[in-house]
């Protein structure tokens, strides 16, 4: 078994052929699972080759004049583009914002690309960009500079954005996957699938009548909070596309590390699972867009749950697992059941079983 | 949750599993028949649970896997078609045909949607009259009612630009398939808990008294898969064979009577080719001569024709139970999820993905 699985992880990572065999980009390159893996390491990452890409992180993070500074970027695609807990105005702020902040850093500035559809009601427009106002007030961030497109009719879903932001990274944290050790426990500030399950549960053709609200929400404050006192942190991720499961393969990746999870001790909410097993999801592949992990120094683990529960977006905040050396790249999930599953990226977007 | 952690109870179901050692005297081979079983079992590791003694093997019981190449085929060329709007399950999407799958049509502009019900596909039909909406009906006899209820509505409702493509397989002739295969080795079956839902247990009856085989209405949480298995392993070693019940809180006698003649009005029996395995007598249903209006093979024109698998794929294998994903060459190697050569390989029922995400080992080595 354990020639098998290593034999698998090499395949992964050494395929001779580019991306698939899908000719034409389909929608699940944009998934977050093994098909945008394809994409950014196959195309991107050769093609724009540099060390800060290969940190493989949320964030570049860069020196400018002395200071450490944080750059990323995001774009947002969402239908519909209200959901319960959010719009499309509050993911494109918060999102840029999480991501600079899971690079340790304090979000000064976002930007804001606007791609408009032809007919786009001005009101709703106007609804968005003051969700984006709204946002950024929330996040302590400015949006300082933006650009706006309109395209033809059908050439776009009534509004695509793109933000990107910068920060400052104070104090000497060096927050990143390879930082990752053997020890290191990992923790979870809150329930997860929220944000997946609300979006999913307005889709045309799916109007469950459930009560899920994205968890959608700036991380800065509880994050920098939680950096203030000292503790020693290795890595954050916040969960977004692909959830909880595509993070922590991810980390256990680039890090050369394996990571056992603890299925009993991940926060769900009863109605996100409840929605998961009716359409015959796993909430653990579920977006989230106000949850994260920190990968934190054992010793450190149970003053960084006490700092994170002091944070209203920590109030469950709890360890979910833990990181050892033994496999590299390897992710298990101890089930309810207590047996051992193996934990993989999905190939794109989690698709509802038949029956 | 309630009604549902009580069946991933960790202390019940490990009690279970030690039961079932307790009676467990000798090697038994045993076939859950449903995709959702083998998804469970993969999942949750519970095969770990099991005596050495139990193998379990995986079904045909999956619609992805199971439904042929040359329908998937079909598929792709009327959903190329500018003036369809083609509604699928979203598993069957990805599945490969002989060249290509569904996303790759929507890629190329193709108005492919994941639909979660036929009605909802009907719904579409209503509201875009100057286009036609095909559903692509798989499934075994769970989503049978459903898919007849559409064909049933839109004939009430006189929605003409509404058709299905059928490709819809039972679970009995199956059984008998694999029974009667010179290299079989199921001695015991657990029976898929929702299709029984819909069709009730008596036609099992004969099959477990003709092929001298216990088989158990099974459900599907980890408390029931083993509840299945204790069941069926108690009358291997006992020596019975009858058709038992492990899931009665989902299943009675009857089967649902309303769901059963509303598959009765719209479909009739046929012998169906099955991916993988080959053409089973009286293995599916396709729509009567009544509702012949609604099929999408002959509006389109693209009935008949055959195609076969070309590639190594050993999914008729598995699917027959008589051999496991890992012992196919190709397993995570040349297969994979994103390059799947067989349907077994795509679909999160199909036993090869389950095996490729959940691939269970012993805790010793990791």
Known sequence: ?355 | MKFMDEYRDAASVRALAGRIRGITTRPWTIMEVCGGQTHTIVRFGIDELLPKEITLVHGPGCPVCVTPAELIDKAIDIASRSDVIFCSFGDMIRVPGTKENLFSVKARGGDVRVVYSPLDALKLAAANREREVVFFAVGFETTAPANAMAVYQARRQNIKNFSLLVSHVLVPPAIEAILSSPENRVQGFLAAGHVCTVMGYEEYRPIAERYNVPIVVTGFEPYDILQGVYMCVTQLEEGRSVVENAYTRAVRREGNVKAQELIREVFCVVERKWRGIGEIPRSGLGLRDEYIEFDAERRFGVAGGTSEDTSECISGLILQGVKKPHECPAFGTRCTPDRPLGATMVSSEGACAAYYRYRRFSSKET
């Open chain 1, 1 to 355: 078994m354990a020639d098998e699985s290593n034999e698998r992880k090499k395949f992964v990572l050494s395929c001779p052929i580019p991306i698939t065999e899908y000719p034409r980009i389909v929608l699940g390159h944009g998934g977050g699972g093994t098909l945008s893996h394809a994409l950014i390491e196959k195309m991107f990452v050769p093609s724009f080759k540099n060390p800060f890409l290969d940190a493989r992180h949320d964030g570049a993070v860069f020196e400018i004049g002395g200071r450490k500074v944080a750059f990323t970027t995001d774009s947002y695609v969402v239908r519909p583009i209200f959901f319960p807990g959010g719009d499309i105005g509050t993911l494109a702020v918060n999102g840029t914002v999480n991501d600079l902040v899971m690079c340790g850093a304090r979000p000064l500035f976002i930007s804001a690309g606007l791609v408009l559809e032809e007919g786009l009601p001005m009101e709703t427009l106007w609804r968005i960009v003051q969700s984006m106002k709204n946002s950024a007030e929330a996040a302590g961030v400015a949006i300082v500079t933006g650009d706006t497109k309109v395209v033809d009719k059908g050439k776009g879903d009534l509004i695509f954005i793109n933000t990107s932001g910068v920060g400052v990274i104070e104090g000497d944290h060096s927050i990143a996957p390879k930082n990752v050790r053997p020890g290191d426990v990992v923790l979870i500030n809150g329930d997860i699938g929220r944000h997946g399950m609300a979006v999913m549960s307005q889709r045309e053709g799916l109007e469950f009548d459930a009560a899920i609200q994205s968890d959608c929400a700036p991380l800065a404050e509880i994050v920098l909070k939680l950096l203030a006192t000292g503790v020693e942190v290795h890595c954050l991720r916040d969960l977004t596309r692909g959830g909880l499961a595509s993070a922590v393969v991810e980390i256990a990746g680039t890090a050369g590390v394996q990571i056992d999870l603890d299925e009993s001790a991940i926060p769900v909410s009863g109605s996100v699972r409840a929605a998961c097993e009716f359409l015959g999801l796993d909430p653990i592949y579920v977006a989230n867009e106000g949850r994260f992990i920190a990968i934190v120094a054992a010793k450190d683990a149970g003053r960084a749950v006490e700092a994170l529960r002091s944070h209203p977006l920590g109030a469950e905040a709890r360890p979910i697992g833990t990181v050892s050396d033994r496999r590299a790249g390897l992710v298990t999930l101890r089930t309810t059941i207590g047996t051992q599953a193996i934990v993989d990226m999905l190939s794109g977007e989690q698709l509802p079983r038949i029956c």
